[in-house]
C-alpha cells in the first residue's frame, strides 16, 4: 500500500528526489515518515510530515539539505535529498501511521513501504 522509488546511484554532492505513493487506502490523514538503513547499521529515522504538512521533522544530520512535502491529492509523499553525501546511501523506507506520539519511533508505524536504494558515490 506504499511504495517508495526514485532511488539511484550518485555522486557526492548531487540530489535526488524520492517519492512514497500510496495506493488502495487514502493516506492523507496519516503522518508519514522515511527511514533508512545502511547496511550493517540499525534503521534510523529521516524525516516526518503531519497530515496537514505543517512542521516537518528531520534528523540533525539531514537538516538543512533535505526536504519532505506532500501532496494528499496525488496520496504521495516526497523526500528532496540535496547535497548527498556517502554516509547517505542506504535503503530509503517510508511508512504511515495515524497515533504517532514520537516520529522517531518506528514501532508506532502501520504501513511500511519496500524500499529504495539510494547509493552515493564519494
Known amino acids: 500500500q506504499l511504495q517508495a522509488s526514485g532511488g539511484g546511484l550518485v555522486q557526492a554532492g548531487g540530489s535526488l528526489r524520492l517519492s512514497c505513493a500510496g495506493s488502495?487506502?487514502?493516506?492523507?490523514?496519516?503522518?508519514i515518515s522515511w527511514f533508512r538503513q545502511a547496511p550493517g547499521k540499525e534503521r534510523e529515522f529521516v524525516a516526518a510530515i503531519m497530515w496537514s504538512g505543517v512542521r516537518p521533522d528531520y534528523a540533525e544530520g539531514v537538516k538543512g539539505r533535505f526536504t519532505i512535502s506532500r501532496d494528499n491529492a496525488k496520496n504521495t509523499v516526497y523526500l528532496q535529498m540535496n547535497s548527498l553525501k556517502p554516509e547517505d546511501t542506504a535503503v530509503y523506507h517510508c511508512?504511515?501511521?495515524?497515533?504517532?506520539?514520537?516520529?522517531?519511533?518506528?514501532?508506532?508505524?502501520?504501513?511500511w513501504g519496500q524500499g529504495t536504494l539510494v547509493t552515493v558515490s564519494s
Open positions: 488502495g487506502r487514502t493516506f492523507s490523514s496519516y503522518y
Open positions: 511508512a504511515a501511521g495515524k497515533n504517532i506520539v514520537r516520529a522517531s519511533r518506528a514501532h508506532e508505524y502501520d504501513y
